[in-house]
């Protein structure tokens, strides 16, 4: 797991040494109730301001795209996490994760994203709708409904797990 800063001030360095400290065991608490890995995965830590920019470059790197992408979704949350040619790429807002509880959650939640992605045929789904996002390949109606319905019930799926950050409250 590589931790690197984006475009990240100083004052947010506490941020930053946080999901330093707990991201190995928020991976590991996903791998032990999902009994299920999440592969490599690297995080990049940055502010609300540069929150979409540092999506964007991980999602253009994930297609080869260097356009802009039509359609944007999710780059105004905590945290994002997408496919990458190693395995998964998070990006997570330490600024609007105000305590280390926000960043705990927010860590879990998209670890468990990172262990979705390895599962059969989800990484081809969301490579699909990033072509889609990028107008590089359009999705049909039904296949962009299909794959909107499957966002759905994975962040309902991740929201659920959340609740372990608890096992973290004492760590650090």
Known sequence: MRITPFKLGAQHQPGFARVEAVAANCSGIVIR???????????????????????????????????RPLFSDGYDNWGYT???????VMVIDVESCRTRREIDRT????????????RPGIRDNVLAGLRNNYGISQLTTREARRLNRQVAAHEREAARYERFERQLRDFY
């Open 33 to 67: 109730e999902l009994r299920q890995g999440t592969g490599h995965v690297d995080i990049l830590v940055t502010d609300r301001r540069h929150f979409a920019e540092a999506v964007v470059t991980v999602e253009q790197e994930a297609i080869g795209a260097t356009s």
């Open 82 to 88: 997408t496919v990458s040619a190693r395995g998964a």
């Open 107 to 118: 860590l879990i939640h998209e670890h468990v994203h990172a262990a979705q992605l390895r």
